[in-house]
């Protein structure tokens, strides 16, 4: 159990540290808001007078007056409530604008490794969803709820200040309103922990339903699937049901306490009672019976803006959260090293992520011109070594050198012009293909994009495009994966690194894409340092060094003949890939 002392600075909400920057632009429009909403109240107070100084015969120049203030409050209120707005908007632009700025350098920092742990929809939901959802807390929350606590109070002064005795008779609905509400929330927090448990399960078995319906057809198991999925509608409808009913009774009960005519039969009844007692005259019942049932759409509209508060706040903490995000440690402008030469060097390497140990103390080295292979079975290390040399993340102990100095001592745009990489996850921007090969070299000449396209056995295809280099990804350039893989290749080879890492580049392809890589890889290859992550054997047989890893250590290097020759773990691997890649007989038995 944590304690803090009493001197102990108070840790702030999301909400309040995303809104510091704004807050005296959010309370200089609150108190706009508030102070317009009281004195749009004034025509109601203004009607009682004039309908009180017409009755008992008053001249016409004694009302003039109050219908002059009266009009003048409400364009007042109008004019106010409407610059409160303006100051909540100009000050949610601000916010939105810095917010986004802020989250865009963020990710411009973090380590590549962050991004392949998380969905694009994550990033998403907090750059888009998150930040409409601030939107409209800054710049309609504030205004609102100072608006309807601006009118609830204006006109409580009011009544009290007209008689006190029926002022409270008149009110006396909207703590019983607040009574109500209580329960109801109450009410539904019982059967929330239920609902959200069969919402997540239905959730779950929509998913399995449509995603696994092919399966399921070809199995002939489509009765239990439906039967799966009925089960969880069915689940689902019953929590529901317990969920809402005692909520819906409950509000009924608070809404209907609340209402317009509600609100007027109390003042009527115990003006009536009042009047009869002689406390007051028939005639002091009017301001209470058109001031009084106001109350209660800003009472409603204060506790829909406040039960909306919620998601706000998550979505305060989500935009917290990736402002937060750990960056990757960079050397202060103009004191990064520059790497003299192009040896790679991997010096008692360890890391783990996730909870697991990737590679344990690894020592290589790569030598300039050469092309090394890494190969292992799944899980061993072999993506993460390949990452380590990226930048993706940094070691958590040892070191990754190039050209003699630390990786973390070089500037990443200095690292990504002297290394390049085809990785088997392919991504393309929302983009033009033209643009998309030349996302290292954005000032290259149209001349060179299209020789990077012809070496990577892709500018056939792209010609074939309705728009040609133009064409953009996922409008009319429709790519296959092995297609994709091509144009990821030709950017490589625009950029026109000497050190180029190849995760895997041909997993994904089928055979005829497949031929087409290896071709454009082979020729791009030459004289450059290569460091190849394979999983086809057959493909590295001609690598300058191959090494074997398990369990995040190099149990096994050397070329191919020799490590054949000693019949250990890498010639069990070789002989495993043979017999996977040899053709059933036919006519032979399963």
Known sequence: MTTSSP???RQRSPISQLLHPIRRQLALAAVLAFTGSALTLAPLAGIAHIAAAILADAPVD???PTVVASVACMFAGMALVSAGELAAHLADNRLTHRLRLDIARRLARVPLGWFSQRGSGDVKQAMQDDIATLHGLTAHFYTSVARAAGAILAAAI???ALDWRLAIAALLPFPGFLLFLRHA????????GEFMTWAGRLNHATVEFASGMPLIKAFGASGRAHGAYRDAVDGFAAAFIAFTRPLVAAMAHAHALIAPVTVLGVVLASGALFAALGWVAPLDILPFALVAPGICAPMLLLHTLLHDLGSASAAAQRVQALLATPVLAQPSPGCGRLPAGHRVVFDQVSHAHDGQQALVEVSLALEPGTVTAIVGPSGAGKSTLARLLLRFFDPDSGRVTLGGVDLREIDSAQLYRRVGFVMQDVRLVHASIRDNIALGRPGASAEEIEDAARAANIHGRILALPRGYDSVVGEDAR??????QRVSIARAILLDPHILVLDEATAAA???NEAAIQDALSRFARGRTVLVIAHRLHSVVHADRIVVLDAGTIVEQGRHQ??????????RMWRLDQLADTP????APC
């Open 7 to 9: 001197g102990a600075p």
């Open 185 to 192: 929330m109450r009410a539904g927090g019982a059967g929330m």
């Open 158 to 160: 009011y009544l009290f």
């Open 62 to 64: 004694e009302v003039w």
């Open 510 to 512: 089928d055979a005829d």
């Open 584 to 587: 059933v007989a036919q006519g």
């Open 562 to 571: 020799d490590l054949l020759a000693r019949d250990s773990r890498y010639a």
């Open 479 to 484: 790519l296959s994966g092995g297609e994709q």
